[in-house]
């Protein structure tokens, strides 16, 4: 299984962020193909120090490394990814790894 973790920054306008994150950049990121499981963050996003410099954080899941690096190829993965200026003021920050049970 591979997963693509994006790490939303604290936008200026969270509200605003959500809206448009909830109506818009989800159903946009939900046809890339390959994609299987889609999650989100729930409420704060907190670190051991405390709340974290971070809104919201999505784990997206896919099959495996391929099929998400070619999913995020494909005309509607760079749709979702050229979306993300569009409400993230911001910043977001994007990692992609396969992962394994330990």
């Given amino acids: 299984m591979a997963k693509l973790i994006v790490m939303y920054r604290t936008p200026k306008d969270p509200e605003a962020f959500d809206r448009y994150y909830f109506s818009t950049h989800v159903p946009l990121a939900r046809k890339i193909p390959g994609l299987g499981k889609y999650e989100v963050s729930k409420g704060v996003v907190a670190s051991p120090a405390g709340q974290a410099p971070y809104h919201l954080v999505a784990v997206l899941h896919f099959p495996s490394l391929d099929a998400l690096q070619t999913g995020l190829s494909s005309p509607e993965g760079q749709a979702a990814a050229g ?3 569009n409400f ?5 920050e994007l990692f992609f790894f396969d992962s394994k049970e330990a």
């Fill in 83 to 85: 979306d993300i200026p």
């Fill in 88 to 92: 993230a003021d911001a910043g977001a």
